[in-house]
Structure formats: C-alpha cells, structure tokens
Nanobody, 120 residues
Framework: QVRVVESGGGLVQPGGSLTLSCAAS????????MNWYRQAPGKQREKLGA???????TYADSTEGRFTITRDNAKNMAYLHIHGLKPEDTAVYYC??????????????WGQGTQVTVSS
C-alpha cells in the first residue's frame, strides 16, 4: 500500500513564499507522476500542476508563474514552491501520486492535505 503525506503548510503573510513537500512511501516499484492540487473553501479541487519521473513539469494557467514543482526521485518526494502568495491562495493543498506497487498494480493515491492560509 502506498502512503502519501504532505507537509509544510501554515500561516503566511501576503507576498511571502512557501515550499510544500509530498512524500510517497510504501511498497513501491516505481513512482510516476506526482501531482499537486488545492481546494479552497467552498470551491472544487483544482489541479495546479504535475511532474513526471523524468522531471517534466506542467502547470495550470491559474498558477500564473508563481508555482514551481520539483522532485527528488531518490526520496520519492515532490515539492511545490510558491512565491508571491495571495489571500486567494488559501486552501488545502493535496498531493496525488501515480505509482506501480510491489504487487505490480498501478495505483493513484492521495494525501490528507496540508493547510495553507495567507493572511496578514
């Protein structure tokens, strides 16, 4: 079973920066794409971007160039770097991981999310 854990959220002032982490663990053979989403209060979950095992990144237009996704394959970790935070970035941020498990099944797993609050 694959476990996904996000961390790094918190209270940040407008204009600040934050790096969120996503750790995938368990009986993994391979980790494919690692994807970041967020869900603001009263809104649908929104995909922010993704990074492949080869380091290729894609981003939603809504990220406005303020979000960067990186990855450490040796640690099965992905990172979401956000700068120029705005109050409207307040949301729970989720990581979604596509992987191949030790039982040779393809899995899609979600973490519990990490809260980011942007406020002065």
């Amino acid at each position: 079973q694959v476990r996904v854990v996000e961390s790094g959220g918190g209270l940040v002032q407008p204009g600040g920066s934050l790096t969120l982490s996503c750790a995938a663990s368990g009986r993994l053979l391979s980790v494919y794409s690692m994807n970041w989403y967020r869900q603001a209060p009263g809104k649908q979950r929104e995909k922010l971007g993704a990074i492949t095992e080869d380091g290729i990144t894609t981003y939603a237009d809504s990220t406005e160039g303020r979000f960067t996704i990186t990855r450490d394959n040796a640690k099965n970790m992905a990172y979401l770097h956000i700068h120029g935070l705005k109050p409207e970035d307040t949301a729970v941020y989720y990581c979604n991981v596509f992987s191949r498990s030790a039982t040779n099944t393809l899995d899609s797993d979600w973490g519990q999310g990490t809260q980011v609050t942007v406020s002065s």
